[in-house]
């Protein structure tokens, strides 16, 4: 309840007891090292903790290192000397024997072990869901997740932004079998479950971008259900939820797209739609996209093709809930759940059979000439929502 | 009196197994079931590491192609089931089946039909698990297979597979159970009281409690799987009010219990182990103690694998408290050991290296079991390599390496050969190395993000090189017991003669030969201590009934299998126990059972039933008193001397034991259907759902009525058998048949009358069922009600012996059926009133 009030009226970061505790544990600092990993980046690490949650839990892992491991040395090294010695007990070995059984093995652990259950309740109690901040809905879907921002009217897919510094408080639930929501720099683990909504919440305490996975098993492409959390500066965030909430595709374009289905009038909302970018957006990067005939000819072809079937673009005709949302594609990190890097090459590949890239996914090959493939990859890249402060 | 040798031959040709071909199956002996127990669950071991190997070469490096999606995700639900099902449990029942008895001096196992029942259950089950192979379409939601993953809509016939493998296999668990639980408590040598049991006795003793209630709910909760698969019930269906949730629970509440059912047995081979080494075991009653708490304590456990479920917080302190008792209680026991160990000098043979083996890992493993108990900690870890890590050490350590020194320290007994200590020593370190390689690593790829059950994973994650490390060390594992396997051959064509005791061991089976003969004993040995082979202990008095008990079946009896039976609690001889010999009924009824389990598979429901009735036909001839050998036994000599009477009844008797196992396995099967109704009542908007009315009071009091009427019958029978009333019997009786039957005629009325199906809701599901459970539980009672009643009638004069005893064993499941029915009436009708 604090925790939560302290963060209703400010911002700022707020003081970290448990950092400072850490500095504490100098003599594992070795092994600390050796789980940290040399590699520098670890992308998925729970030990390496980027928001108040998991630090607390990465802490009370290196209490509980500290304290078993210790417990566990001592016993081996009892092993080897109950092993290589020889016995200078005599007769009173049974009662000393007992005293030895109830001493090292049901006395001292219970001496260490109740406090270090009390210590690790107060750990879970400090890890209460607040009950303040932003909320973030997150379907699971075999195999990506759905992610919409109520409050804002944003859905995307696979990727969440979050603002460095509040907690966001999550809406867990799943559209078919039970998945497991897992960031775990920024938290642990909770269950999307089928019929019901689970209440979550993470933070970032520092900006960057944080690797999730599914974390219960959920059939097929389980290996390839992952996302990205980013959490960004807070004006930064309110720049990007404000690029999300503009209609990815021009309304004039989407009503072209609506009305067009011959081929004949391609050519024209192709035009129209050039003059139109020209005309009103003039030098912008994101205009030129537009102004790109190849641009709308993807987009007459996404429709053609019945992409539009399980997709959905903000602003167009396409209202597809099957697959992932569209509207701003061109920006996602990601494809296929943080399978492959949003590459242009790799989005071809997969537009083109995402079989050969996630085998047993949903999405079926377009069968489509690659002139075609092409042009539809070139609409969804200019997708982009736009970023007002660069 | 009889020399040695005359004796022993007359009783080698009444235990002797059965010749030829067809005599292999119908075999009943403990020893030579427990030996098949023991190979193909050693098949089934090898099996499931090949498919873990073929995982691990998957998993050596990112984005792996080797295996595609679906046959990673076969291969790991087979590998698990495999490991847990096929291998783990029937390889410690196996060892129990063959040295319980023997460590126990006793001739047999208490049903040694039915332990030939459990043995093609077992076969039967792991080969419809692997008959999946064949039809193209294995089981893939995992050896857990949660709902909604494992239900129809998303996964194949591979997980019809699963459920009805499963279903035998627990069955086999089941009967194993029992008659572990009967043999510990009535079979013991006279003078062998509980405090004097092997600690290996007192842990099968705790494993066959713990397998009734934990093996039963399991096989509920198949069984809800498997009508939600195949008869279109909503238990875990939530857009039908059912509950994915009541499967974890259901599942768990086997699976935690299911680890210490492996862990426990193995336990008692370390203590057993630990004791021969450093001739003397210090801390047996701690050491009991801690088995009890253990066992006991397992079973408040299950949620520790629902926490990230998001559990009330109010819970988890309780949680907290019960892990703390299981960490105590091993931690006993692992200073037990040490303290035994302490100073003895023991020699470092096979058999001890790979306890210590199991030493340094359990301890290991116990560690980090205490982390995950930890709720925040398990938050970040569950599902991930943490946990496979883990939980290999608990079951590879905690079982597989203490069974390995099992198999050192026993197969000398079983083949009566010696193995080779060098090899016994590479296979060791093969063994202990490769295992580290294996799976330490693995706890760090938990933490650095590698999820469980993942076919591939990203190179971004950083964990390449510790996955190629356990990939090496997986062969190393792997190469281990081909060395043991070498090793077991290489002994069983030259190996050394073992003789009666080669390490000096203190439990029974060390004083007869390698290999025991087929009676094992010439006479039940009087025990007057802990280690029977250390220490002779004084003979008793003259007068002492142990003594006598021992002399009279000294060489006897020799028409028929028989066995001393013991009190027990103290072990003084109570009576001398006949057992059936070679029998193909056994074989008959599994066979049944697994025609009609494959017809479920290709939905031939009417084979189903013909094998169904089938089976149930064999059974019903298979629990019918033999008049012959009634007669036989009744004109025994035997029975005549010191007491010992051959027709025993009430607790003196194995059946009357068996019979109130069944009763726990029963009661057990309610309170899960019970728990499941009021799980989904607690979760539901609505009750009853879709706004239904809750069922009317009048129809349905007057049918249940007509259960308690035939209860009062049932007292009124007993009482007037032992007044010897020969009409009154027949009248109450047929007062109990007669309502029984009305019970019956009332239900079907009452289930065929509801305006809803079994496919509406789970409510429905749940109506229907908890109707149809006690139901069938009625017509086995009238079944077993009539049959007494036609038994009574034909041999009216006969009020003692084996009549009383039926009569004991009808009365006790009609009066079960009855209570079942007012728990089922309170359930269906009046709860919906109250809560």
Redesign the interface.
């Known amino acids: 309840m604090l925790k939560s009030s302290l963060l209703a009226e400010s911002s700022l970061p707020r003081p970290r007891p448990v950092r400072r505790r850490s500095l504490q544990l100098v003599p594992w600092a070795g092994v600390a090292l050796l789980l940290s990993g040399c590699q520098g980046d670890r992308v998925q690490s729970s030990l390496h903790p980027a928001g108040p949650a998991a630090e607390a839990v990465a802490q009370l892992w290196w209490v509980l290192l500290t304290i078993l491991g210790l417990y566990t040395l001592a016993v081996f090294v009892l092993t080897a000397l109950a092993i290589f010695r020889r016995n200078p007990l005599g007769r009173r070995a049974r009662y000393q024997g007992r005293a030895f059984i109830l001493v090292g093995g049901v006395i001292l652990p219970a001496v260490i072990l109740v406090p270090l259950l009390i210590y690790s309740l107060t750990t879970t109690v400090a890890l209460h869901q607040p009950d303040t901040g932003l909320t973030i809905r997150v379907v699971g879907h075999r195999w990506w997740w759905e992610i919409e921002y109520p409050g804002q009217g944003i859905v995307t897919a696979n990727e969440i932004y979050i603002p460095v510094g509040e907690p966001v408080q999550l809406e867990l639930t799943s559209a078919d079998v039970i998945h497991s929501f897992w960031v775990p720099q920024l938290h642990g683990k909770r269950d999307l479950l089928p019929g019901q909504t689970s209440a979550f919440w993470i933070e970032a305490e520092r900006a960057g971008v944080f690797r999730g996975q599914c974390a219960e098993f959920c059939g097929l492409q389980h290996a390839h259900m992952a996302l990205t959390v980013e959490a960004l500066p807070p004006e930064e965030f309110a720049a990007w939820i404000a690029g999300q909430q503009r209609p990815g595709d021009a309304p004039a374009d989407s009503e072209l797209a609506d009305s067009e289905l011959a081929d004949s009038e391609v050519a024209d909302s192709e035009l129209a739609d050039s003059e139109l970018a020209d005309s009103e957006l003039g030098d912008s990067e994101v205009a030129d996209r537009y102004a790109s005939p190849r641009v709308a000819a993807g987009r007459s072809a996404f429709f053609r093709h019945g992409c539009a079937a399980c997709h959905a673009i903000a602003g167009t005709r396409a209202v597809g809930q099957a697959g992932p949302d569209l509207t701003y594609i061109g920006s996602r990190p990601t494809l296929g759940a943080a399978t492959i890097p949003n590459t242009r090459k790799n989005l071809l590949a997969w537009v083109a059979n995402p079989q050969a890239i996630k085998p047993g996914v949903n999405m079926p090959p377009t069968h489509a000439p690659a002139e075609e493939i092409e042009a539809i990859v070139s609409y969804l890249q200019s997708l982009q929502y736009e970023r007002e402060e660069e | 009196m009889k020399d040695v040798k005359e004796a022993s031959e007359q009783l080698h040709q009444i235990w002797r197994k059965p010749s030829g071909f067809w005599g292999w199956f119908s075999v009943v002996n403990n020893r030579l079931l427990g030996v098949r127990f023991m190979v193909t669950a050693f098949a089934f071991f090898l099996i499931g590491g090949v498919l873990a190997l073929l995982m691990r070469i998957q998993l050596t490096v990112p984005e792996n192609t080797f295996l595609?999606?679906?046959t990673y995700?076969e291969l790991f639900t087979m590998h698990g089931s495999t490991m847990m099902f096929l291998f783990a449990v029937p390889m410690l029942e196996g060892l129990a089946v063959y040295f319980l008895p023997i460590m126990l001096g006793s001739r047999d196992l208490a049903f040694p039909r039915l332990s030939a029942f459990g043995y093609w259950t077992y076969l039967f089950g792991g080969l419809v698990f692997y008959a999946s192979f064949f039809v193209g379409d294995v089981p893939?939601?995992?050896w857990f297979a949660?709902t909604?993953?494992s239900a129809s809509r998303?996964s194949g016939m591979g997980m019809d597979f699963w459920a009805l493998g499963l279903s035998l296999v627990e069955l086999s668990g089941i009967v194993a159970a029992v008659e572990i639980v009967v043999t510990v408590l009535k079979f013991r040598a006279p003078g062998m009281t509980l405090g004097r049991m092997p600690i290996f006795a007192w842990t099968m003793l705790a494993v066959g409690v713990m397998s009734l209630f934990a093996f039963t709910t399991l096989l509920v909760a198949t069984l809800l799987l498997e009508l939600d698969r195949t008869a279109g019930t909503q238990f875990f269906n939530?857009?039908r009010g059912g509950s994915?949730?009541l499967w974890q629970h259901l599942f768990w509440f086997f699976g935690h219990p299911e680890v210490y059912i492996i862990f426990l047995p193995a336990t008692g081979i370390v203590s057993t182990i630990v004791g021969t080494y450093s001739r003397?075991l210090?801390?047996y009653t701690?050491i009991t103690v801690a088995i009890l708490v253990t066992a006991f304590v397992s079973f408040g456990l299950w949620a520790h694998h629902m926490y990230?479920?998001?559990l009330p917080?109010l819970s988890?302190?309780f949680f907290?408290?019960a892990?703390?008792m299981i960490?105590?209680a091993s931690?006993?026991?692992?200073?037990?050991w040490?303290?035994?160990?302490?100073?003895?000098?023991?020699s470092?043979e096979p058999p001890l290296m790979f306890i210590?083996g199991f030493?340094?890992i359990f301890?290991?493993g116990g560690?980090t079991g205490?982390?995950i108990a930890?709720?925040?900690?398990?938050?970040?870890?569950?599902?991930?390599y943490f946990i496979v890590a883990h939980f290999h050490y608990v079951l590879i350590g905690g079982a597989v390496f203490p069974l390995m020194g099992g198999l050192y320290y026993w197969i000398p007994k079983i083949t009566g050969r010696m193995l080779n200590p060098l090899l016994g020593h590479a296979s060791f370190w093969a063994a202990f190395v490769g295992f580290h390689a294996t799976f330490f690593p693995m706890h760090?790829m938990g933490?650095?993000?590698m999820?469980?059950?993942?076919?591939?994973?990203?190179e971004?994650?950083?964990i390449e090189g510790h996955n190629v490390l356990a990939t090496i060390g997986a062969f190393v594992f792997g190469f281990a017991f081909l060395i043991f396997l070498f090793d077991l051959l290489v002994s069983l064509l030259v190996g050394e003669r073992a003789g009666e005791n080669p390490w000096n061991g203190d439990t029974l089976e060390w004083s007869i030969s390698s290999p025991p003969p087929s009676y094992m004993f010439l006479a039940p040995p009087v025990v007057r201590g802990r280690h029977p082979c250390w220490h002779r202990e004084p003979k008793g008095s003259e007068g002492d009934l142990a003594e006598r008990a021992s002399e009279v079946l000294w060489g006897q009896p020799t028409a028929w299998r028989g066995n001393l039976i013991t009190e027990a609690v103290n072990a003084t001889p109570q009576g001398i126990q006949y057992l059936p010999g070679p029998s193909y009924r056994p074989l008959l009824v599994s066979l049944g059972l697994l025609i009609a389990f494959l017809a479920v598979l290709t939905k031939l429901f009417l084979v189903t039933l013909v094998a169904a009735v089938f089976a149930l036909g064999v059974l019903a001839k298979w629990l019918w008193p033999d008049r012959h050998v009634i007669a036989m036994l009744r004109s025994s000599e035997l029975g005549r001397r010191e007491g010992l009477p051959i027709l025993v009844t009430g607790s003196r008797s194995t059946v009357w034991w068996g019979t109130i196992c069944l009763l726990t396995i029963l009661a057990t099967a309610l309170a899960a259907l019970t728990y499941a109704y009021f799980y989904i009542r607690l979760y539901a908007s609505e009750w009853p759902q879709t706004g239904l009315d809750p069922p009317a009071l009048l129809g349905p009091a007057i049918t249940y009525g007509t259960l308690l009427v035939s209860g009062a019958g049932l007292f009124w029978a007993n009482r007037a058998f032992r007044g010897g009333k020969a009409n009154a019997i027949q009248f109450a009786f047929t007062l109990v048949v007669l309502s029984g039957a009305a019970f019956l005629a009332l239900a079907v009325y009452g289930l065929v009358q509801l305006p809803f199906s079994h496919r509406d809701h789970a409510y429905g599901s749940l109506f229907y069922l908890h109707s149809i459970f006690i139901s069938l539980l009625t017509l086995a009672g009238l079944a077993l009600v009539g049959s007494a009643q036609i038994r009574v009638w034909s041999e009216h004069e006969d009020r003692e012996g084996s009549m009383k005893l039926q009569m004991q064993v009808t009365s006790l499941l009609w009066y079960f059926v009855v209570v079942a029915g007012v728990c089922t009436f309170t359930t269906l009708y009046l709860s919906p009133y109250v809560l």
């Open positions: 595609s999606p679906q995700n893939n939601a995992g949660y909604p993953l998303y939530p857009n994915n949730l003397r210090l801390g701690i990230t479920t998001g917080e988890l302190s907290a408290a892990s703390l960490a105590l931690g006993a026991q692992v200073f037990a040490i303290a035994s160990l302490w100073g003895r000098r023991p470092l210590l030493l340094v301890v290991m560690m205490v982390m930890i709720v925040p900690f398990d938050w970040q870890v569950h599902d991930t760090l933490f650095w993000g999820p469980r059950r993942v076919y591939t994973f990203p971004s994650l950083g």
